[in-house]
């Protein structure tokens, strides 16, 4: 019954991907050429094929080479919206986040960040994973455990070995539950991005959404903003040091 | 009017003169040609006949005299006829093209005036080529005395070198420098360049036609040291000319025209070990030695040769091995500033000493100049330079066991390179939770956790179901064991009939009763046996033939035949069974 069981999930899980097969391989191919173009110092030609690469498919690698391009073509607002899209989706990654850090020394903006923020990087790597469905897959499998060891559990006899089982299975069930958290916010972070990053050169930030109310701030391009809500127009953003205004939707773009 | 007034002053003459001396007195001005060009001379004549007075020279309105004035007079006596004349003449000439008026010229005859006409001249520009411009300019402020101020190139880059030279010009026989200004310089680096004790040039210089006494004052050489028009304003000098035994002579001031030089900016490329020269230069590396030991100091001479504003160059950073203590270098000048500019050669000299033993290499170095020739950046680059350090004395060894820690410097940074290998593609809003695989993944888990739990529930209630088992199977495994029986009746194996008997009645009572063989005694068999409505016949009957059994089995004693036996068995069983 288990083998007929796993092979149900192989089949729901493999499948859709081996129908897109060839497209895949197209894509693969661009980007293998858009990495010559960048060694030999074509950067320009290298952002074309990683672009349209980027179409259907997308990975964190990908975005970060999209971001290396940008940067190396001195365009730093969309290199660090590119390497925020990368970091989203592999939140523990040291060579995206070098890069962002570089990338942010030349903005015009500082804002102080809270302290968790940054010192969150061993926990947003453990927590980020190589991939999206990374807790996804780990919530399964622990979900699996949890009920297996309770299966185990009933099946021995022995009053110790129960005991022991009956506590690892604890241990799973909460284990697992909190992976299916993790899943669902992961998930939820990586499809509805609340970052955006300002790609105007300048751009006001005012008290309320309309043009000519009172300028709050005043933020530079590769500034990086949280947005709160969007209307007509308008979005309200906050700053990483808390601070929330309004400013035109066309002066930022969403991770 | 003038000319009535003339007339009339000639009329009066006339009558006035006696008959010996009734010639007509005439004063007239002549140049020989009214057209000429820049730098051609022409001539002015006055000439005034028949009379005797002052002539006054007329003001030449622009035009420069070459030489003269000449004076000539000639008596002549013809058939008795006395006439006279007086003459003056002068070579003149123009610096700059246009009309020019000679002003009328007088001259004072007895007791009146007599003047001449004005003179138009038109001058054209010259054919011949034209001296330096801004020497023309300043000559014709004052064409008698003037100072230039010439540049041997007047488009250069920044640092490039320029040689100005100042130079004056005098028209005056005799002249003492009482005193001069010179100009500010404003944006450059000035070198002097030793000329020697000033003098007049052996030759005249002729500019536009006139000869003029040539000293040069003083050579410099200038660096310009940024970007535009920079300007090198005016010399002033201070003259006395003409003095004399009988003479104070008199002041005169000479003045050179602001000269601009047009600096462009040398090429934003410029490489990081640019060294601030401009011009050609070589270089050449050394070391004193190849071999030391430990703690002994190293020479390291770094020579650029050339042409070029070698005063301003930087000594280059060099860097050395780590473990190499080294000092700023000393500049060693050996430069010539002449007429031909700055030239020959400086050397920064680093002494270096290597703190413990071993292999290390200086360089490869390099600096990089501006050359104006080929108008780029050249790269001077060195070989390195390998030099065997031994082992030092004693003590120095001792310490040189243990290298000092020294911290990775990082030069610059840099975003990191690309990620290859598989991009690891995944299609764009596809994700596993919330998906049905994802659904269905947690559910099989627990479908598969109930199902198993269901499976072992029943498993359970059929274990707790032994004794209804043992007691529904009882007929059947009492059958077999009767069949055994039947057989070894048959075959008439009495042990073997026996005991086939004994196991069927015990292990069917057992069976039936749910209870273990040993327990099925005569009392249990009555007591399960009781609810019978035969008062115990059967319970009797079963008891005494399962005794009969077990006594035949162990003694040889046969109470009742075989068969009968077995009928009673049979029947009994049916007996139980059917109630």
């Known amino acids: 019954m288990k083998g007929i069981f796993a092979s149900l999930l192989l089949s729901t899980v493999i499948l859709p991907f081996g129908a897109h097969a060839m497209e895949r391989t197209e894509a693969d191919s661009l980007i293998a050429r858009a990495q010559r173009a960048y060694s030999a110092g074509d950067q320009r030609t290298a952002l074309a094929l990683y672009d349209s690469a980027n179409t259907r498919y997308t990975s964190a690698a990908l975005l970060y080479n999209i971001g290396n391009c940008h940067f190396k073509l001195n365009d730093i607002p969309h290199a660090i919206l590119f390497y925020e899209r990368a970091l989203l989706r592999e939140p523990g990654a040291d060579d995206i986040r070098s890069n962002l850090e570089l990338a942010r020394q030349q903005t015009l903006d500082r804002v102080n960040e809270l302290p968790g923020l940054q010192l969150g990087s061993t926990w947003e790597r453990w927590r980020g994973g190589h991939d999206v469905d990374q807790w996804a897959r780990r919530s399964l499998w622990t979900w699996a455990t949890a009920l297996f060891l309770f299966a185990l559990s009933m099946a021995v006899t022995g009053l110790f070995l129960k005991r022991s089982l009956q506590v690892l299975t604890g241990i799973a069930v909460v284990v697992a539950i909190g992976a299916v958290v993790l899943a669902g916010t992961r998930t939820h972070e990586v499809r509805h991005p609340d970052g955006a990053i300002v790609m105007a050169p300048r751009v006001d930030v005012t008290s309320e959404p309309r043009v000519g109310s009172t300028a709050l701030f005043l933020l530079h391009a590769g500034t990086k903003v949280t947005v709160r809500k969007e209307e007509a127009g308008w979005a309200e953003v906050a700053l990483a040091n808390g601070n929330v205004g309004w400013m035109p939707v066309r002066a930022i773009e969403r991770i | ?579």
């Open chain 2, 1 to 579: 009017m003038r000319h009535g007034i003339h007339t009339l002053l000639t009329a009066c003459v006339l009558f006035i003169s006696t008959g010996a001396l009734a010639q007509e007195i005439t004063f007239d001005a002549k140049v020989d040609r009214n057209d000429f060009a820049v730098g051609e001379n022409i001539r002015l004549t006055l000439s005034l006949t028949n009379g005797q007075g002052d002539i006054t020279t007329p003001d030449l309105g622009g035009l420069v005299v070459v030489q003269g004035p000449f004076e000539s007079s000639s008596f002549n006596y013809i058939n008795g006829r006395m006439s006279s004349s007086v003459s003056r003449s002068f070579t003149l000439t123009a610096t700059r093209p246009g009309d020019f008026t000679i002003g009328p010229a007088k001259a004072r005859v007895g007791g009146g005036t007599i003047s001449t006409d004005p003179i138009t001249v038109h001058v054209e520009k010259g054919s011949a080529a034209p001296s330096d411009r801004s020497l023309q300019n300043v000559q014709s402020s004052n064409p008698d005395l003037f100072v230039s101020v010439t540049l041997s190139r007047q488009h250069v880059h920044v640092g490039e070198q320029i040689i100005a030279t100042y130079t004056l010009y005098s028209r005056y026989p005799n002249l003492e420098v009482s005193n001069y200004d010179l100009p500010e310089l404003n944006g450059f680096w000035a070198e002097e360049i030793d000329i020697g004790q000033t003098s007049w040039e052996d030759q005249l210089r002729a500019v536009n036609g006139l000869n003029y006494r040539v000293a040069v004052l003083k050579k410099q050489l200038l660096f310009p040291q940024h970007p535009g028009e920079l300007t090198i304003g005016a010399v002033k000098l201070t003259c006395t000319v003409n003095r004399s035994f009988f003479n104070r002579g008199s002041r005169v001031e000479a003045r050179s025209q602001p000269v601009t030089v047009d600096v462009t900016a040398l090429p934003s490329d410029k490489p990081a070990d640019f060294c601030g020269a401009v011009g050609q230069l070589v270089m050449d590396i050394s070391v004193d030695r190849k071999e030391v030991k430990a703690n002994e100091a190293i020479e390291l001479t770094i020579r650029v040769n050339g042409r070029s504003n070698l005063k301003l160059i930087d000594a280059p950073k060099l860097t050395f091995p780590p473990d190499v203590e080294s000092y700023d270098p000393k500049v060693e000048d050996h430069i010539n500033v002449t007429g031909g500019g700055m030239s020959g050669s400086r050397a920064f000299k680093y002494l270096i000493i290597p703190r413990h033993e071993g292999d290390i290499t200086l360089g490869p170095y390099s600096i990089s100049y501006y050359d104006t020739e080929k108008d780029r950046y050249q790269v001077l680059n060195s070989e390195p330079i390998a030099i065997h350090v031994g082992p030092g004395s004693g003590n120095a060894s001792a310490r040189s066991s243990r290298p000092s820690k020294e911290t990775v410097e990082m030069l610059d940074h840099d975003i990191r390179y690309l990620r290859t290998g598989d991009p690891g593609l995944r299609e764009k809003d596809r994700f596993l939770y919330g998906s049905w695989a994802y659904i269905s993944g947690m559910a099989a888990p627990v479908v598969a956790l109930l199902l198993f739990m269901g499976w072992r529930r029943q498993r359970e209630a059929r274990a707790q179901d032994v004794t209804g088992q043992r007691r529904r199977r009882a007929d059947r495994v009492a059958r077999k064991r009767l069949k055994e029986a039947e057989q070894a009746l048959t075959s008439n194996d009495r042990e073997q009939f026996y005991a086939a008997m004994t196991k069927a009645l015990q292990g069917y009572l057992a069976d039936r009763f749910g209870l273990g063989v040993a327990e099925i005694t005569p009392e249990v068999i009555a007591t399960r046996l009781a609810d019978r409505a035969d008062d115990g016949e059967l319970a009797r009957s079963i008891s005494d033939l399962i005794a009969t059994c077990e006594m035949a089995r162990y003694a040889p004693i046969e109470g009742r035949p075989r068969k009968e036996l077995y009928a009673e068995a049979v029947r009994s069983i049916r007996q139980i069974e059917n109630a």
